[in-house]
């Protein structure tokens, strides 16, 4: 096999490449596009730095004339802030059916009722507090955000209503003619009742979301993935095709260039295009105008390997774009195919969008989608900083299935290549 021969086929094709703007927007523009929205709309730079403000409608009944009250809880919930934020934006309403009707209306996020006597029941030690909400649904997502954040808060508003009982009880007991050790075994007995369970929650979140440039590390990783999946389908399923449609096909074998001398440079030109892409993406996602952290050491072994199976994706995508060749007769075909085809798996095999927000069913698909693969495990190593240990298996199923897929397209190739030299 002559290298000279195959790297004039890679000049040649790159060439071609540059020429053709649609080839360069999908390549570079359409990732970048996905690249900047997702740094200023989906993950915005206020990432983390606040929290999200629940628009709260509160209906207060209660006319208790004691210490603590419904008006004071109303206080307390419109000071509350999380990381800087006020956590509740509180409009009163003067009945219920006032404020479910603004509810209805996308107007609040919740509805909380405060009964008559809510005061005085949780004043007294004997009486069972009640609360009324109503959880809103301004978007799709909002209603598990709203439930999530007014339950956490009366968690802990019903753990200091218990602390507070305690301390009165506790006040009674050492009232009461009995001796020490039975006061202590009252204490212990009614901090026993009041706190079945005493759980303690600490947040260990993973350090790629601890931060938004750990974030956007994550999704930059997913638009190389993304740009492998249509450009590299369609870079396999328009090698053959291409070269049949500009007549060059025939020249080519009429010339000295043997068949695997063609089917490497054509492969080789595309994948360096490819490669260049992913660069371009990374350096334009890791600048200070996107802010993506992407960790990467080049005496780091598992870093290198990240490298490996970043270009082993891309041989998978242009691998699987070879058998779209063989259903399409024409170049516009095989692009349109392969541009879609590869759009919609970049959506719902984890490359972009995480797993857990799929369906089952969907799930299954990326699960069992190699190219995928690849980028999880580039992600696990750039973005997670996973070990080189924990990636044996990883880089078993990436090149085993490289290979097999490699194999596949060499026969789709070669089986086209005869078909189209029989015209």
Same mark, same amino acid.
């Given at each position: 096999?002559?290298?000279?021969?195959?790297?004039?086929?890679?000049?040649?094709?790159?060439?071609?490449?540059?020429?053709?703007?649609?080839?360069?927007?999908?390549?570079?523009?359409?990732?970048?596009?996905?690249?900047?929205?997702?740094?200023?709309?989906?993950?915005?730079?206020?990432?983390?730095?606040?929290?999200?403000? +629940? /628009? @709260?409608?509160?209906?207060?009944?209660?006319?208790? $004339?004691?210490?603590?009250? %419904?008006? =004071?809880?109303?206080? !307390?919930?419109?000071?509350?802030?999380y990381?800087?934020?006020?956590?509740?934006? +509180? /409009? @009163?309403?003067?009945?219920?059916?006032?404020?479910? $009707?603004?509810?209805?209306? %996308?107007? =609040?996020?919740?509805? !909380?009722?405060?009964?008559?006597?809510?005061?005085?029941?949780?004043?007294?030690?004997?009486?069972?507090?009640?609360?009324?909400?109503?959880?809103?649904?301004?978007?799709?997502?909002?209603?598990?955000?709203?439930?999530?954040?007014?339950?956490?808060?009366?968690?802990?508003?019903?753990?200091?209503?218990?602390?507070?009982?305690?301390?009165?009880?506790?006040?009674?007991?050492?009232?009461?003619?009995?001796?020490?050790?039975?006061?202590?075994?009252?204490?212990?007995?009614?901090?026993?009742?009041?706190?079945?369970?005493?759980?303690?929650?600490?947040?260990?979140?993973?350090?790629?979301?601890?931060?938004?440039?750990?974030?956007?590390?994550?999704?930059?990783?997913?638009?190389?993935?993304?740009?492998?999946l249509y450009s590299g389908f369609n870079s396999g399923a328009s090698l053959i095709v291409s070269e049949k449609e500009r007549g060059t096909l025939k020249k080519l074998f009429s010339t000295p260039l043997t068949e695997g001398e063609f089917l490497t440079g054509g492969f080789l030109s595309q994948l360096t295009m490819l490669l260049i892409s992913a660069l371009i993406l990374i350096i334009v996602g890791t600048s200070p105008v996107i802010g993506a952290s992407i960790a990467f050491n080049p005496f780091n072994p598992a870093h290198l390997l990240a490298i490996i199976f970043i270009v082993c994706g891309a041989l998978m995508s242009m691998s699987i774009g070879s058998l779209i060749s063989l259903i399409s007769k024409t170049w516009s075909s095989a692009s349109n195919l392969a541009t879609v085809l590869g759009l919609l798996l970049s959506f719902t095999t984890g490359v972009w969008f995480p797993i857990e927000w799929m369906p089952q069913p969907i799930r299954v698909l990326a699960i069992i989608f190699p190219p995928a693969w690849s980028i999880e495990a580039s992600r696990r190593i750039l973005v997670f900083e996973t070990v080189m240990e924990t990636l044996i298996l990883d880089a078993i199923k990436i090149f085993s299935s490289t290979i097999l897929l490699l194999t596949v397209a060499l026969i789709s190739y070669r089986t086209m290549i005869r078909r189209y030299s029989e015209y």
């Open positions: 096999m002559r290298l000279k021969a195959i790297a004039s086929f890679i000049i040649r094709d790159l060439k071609l490449i540059v020429r053709d703007k649609s080839l360069v927007f999908w390549l570079i523009a359409w990732p970048l596009i996905w690249i900047f929205m997702t740094a200023y709309i989906f993950v915005p730079p206020a990432t983390g730095e606040g929290t999200v403000t +629940i /628009k @709260l409608g509160v209906v207060n009944m209660d006319n208790s $004339q004691v210490s603590f009250n %419904g008006s =004071l809880l109303i206080t !307390i919930m419109k000071e509350v802030k990381n800087g934020s006020n956590l509740f934006n +509180i /409009k @009163l309403y003067s009945s219920e059916e006032e404020a479910l $009707q603004a509810l209805r209306k %996308g107007e =609040l996020d919740a509805v !909380i009722i405060v009964p008559d006597g809510f005061g005085y029941n949780a004043t007294n030690i004997m009486r069972e507090t009640r609360l009324i909400a109503y959880i809103g649904s301004r978007t799709p997502q909002s209603a598990q955000i709203t439930s999530s954040i007014i339950t956490n808060f009366f968690n802990g508003f019903s753990k200091e209503l218990s602390l507070k009982r305690m301390d009165t009880l506790q006040k009674i007991i050492e009232q009461l003619p009995i001796s020490e050790e039975g006061k202590q075994w009252f204490n212990i007995s009614i901090r026993g009742i009041m706190r079945p369970l005493n759980m303690t929650f600490e947040k260990v979140y993973p350090e790629a979301f601890e931060t938004r440039a750990r974030i956007l590390g994550w999704y930059t990783i997913g638009a190389v993935g993304m740009m492998f």
